[in-house]
């Protein structure tokens, strides 16, 4: 603070004055006129489930996932178990010098355990592994095969292998007005899936998608509603 405002300097030449003082020693009545106050309240990091209706629920995600700030985020199927697990990269080395660097994280695994919680699968297990000022993390397709590419400040990009093994399904590019996807996997069960074009801070995916491969058929919308495409989902095969 005493950085930010120069008359707080002004008033307290000594450290230890400072930190006795209360706001009210800080800043004078004229000083706290139509001063708006903001309050946190709620420091966690969460996943936000749509109940529908304009409602939602926020849910907190595992300790292991509060080490940090977090920036980088993945949503996808990793253990073909028809479930959405989570990606995170995180850590921020851009804090004051006296405050030292949020560097706890290391990257992190989050496979969904299908009852809203998820199970951590520390880097030893998974192999991702981002320990590093992370930022963007983005999800790419290339020649049939799922990567995640991370960045890291001041270092190279991390590129991870999916190593899915089993059965999967073919990838589909997406049209560039397609947003969601309405997915019959059979026994009147359906799963509805939104394409965003960014997935967290500076994360940007390429418009592929991979469906589940407990999926018998889906159907593609644009951002108005309106059906695109509907196809079968063939039998998958190994690969």
Same mark, same amino acid.
């Given at each position: 603070?005493?950085?930010?405002l120069?008359?707080i300097?002004?008033?307290?030449?000594?450290?230890a004055?400072?930190?006795?003082?209360?706001?009210?020693d800080?800043?004078?009545?004229?000083e706290?006129k139509?001063v708006?106050i903001l309050t946190?309240n709620?420091?966690?990091s *969460?996943?936000?489930?749509?109940? /529908?209706?304009?409602?939602f #629920?926020?849910?907190e =995600?595992p300790?292991?996932?509060?080490?940090a700030p977090l920036?980088?985020?993945?949503t996808?199927d990793i253990n073909?178990?028809?479930?959405?697990?989570?990606?995170l990269?995180?850590?921020?080395?851009g804090?004051?010098?006296?405050q030292?660097?949020a560097?706890a994280?290391?990257?992190?695994?989050?496979?969904?355990?299908?009852?809203?919680?998820?199970s951590p699968?520390?880097?030893e297990?998974?192999?991702?592994?981002?320990?590093g000022?992370a930022?963007?993390?983005s999800?790419i397709?290339?020649?049939?095969?799922n990567?995640?590419?991370?960045?890291q400040?001041?270092k190279?990009l991390? *590129?991870?292998g999916?190593n899915? /093994?089993?059965q999967?399904? #073919?990838w589909?590019? =997406?049209q560039?007005?397609e947003s969601?996807?309405?997915?019959n996997?059979g026994n009147n069960?359906?799963?509805?899936?939104?394409f965003n074009?960014g997935?967290?801070?500076?994360s940007?995916?390429?418009?592929?998608w991979?469906?589940?491969?407990q999926a018998?058929s889906?159907?593609l919308y644009d951002?108005?509603?309106k059906?695109?495409?509907?196809?079968n989902?063939?039998?998958?095969?190994?690969?």
């Amino acid at each position: 603070m005493q950085k930010q405002l120069i008359l707080i300097r002004r008033k307290f030449e000594r450290y230890a004055d400072f930190g006795r003082a209360t706001v009210k020693d800080v800043f004078t009545p004229e000083e706290m006129k139509d001063v708006s106050i903001l309050t946190a309240n709620y420091m966690k990091s *969460v996943w936000i489930e749509n109940l /529908g209706a304009g409602k939602f #629920s926020m849910h907190e =995600l595992p300790i292991e996932a509060q080490m940090a700030p977090l920036y980088g985020m993945q949503t996808q199927d990793i253990n073909l178990d028809g479930l959405t697990d989570i990606l995170l990269t995180g850590n921020d080395f851009g804090m004051e010098t006296g405050q030292g660097r949020a560097d706890a994280f290391n990257g992190l695994v989050l496979l969904n355990k299908g009852n809203k919680t998820f199970s951590p699968i520390g880097f030893e297990r998974s192999g991702f592994f981002v320990p590093g000022d992370a930022r963007g993390l983005s999800a790419i397709a290339i020649k049939g095969s799922n990567y995640f590419v991370a960045t890291q400040n001041r270092k190279g990009l991390s *590129v991870f292998g999916s190593n899915k /093994g089993g059965q999967t399904n #073919s990838w589909i590019r =997406l049209q560039s007005q397609e947003s969601y996807a309405s997915i019959n996997f059979g026994n009147n069960k359906k799963q509805k899936v939104e394409f965003n074009w960014g997935s967290g801070f500076l994360s940007q995916s390429s418009r592929q998608w991979q469906p589940p491969t407990q999926a018998v058929s889906i159907s593609l919308y644009d951002h108005k509603g309106k059906l695109t495409r509907q196809q079968n989902i063939p039998p998958t095969t190994e690969k």
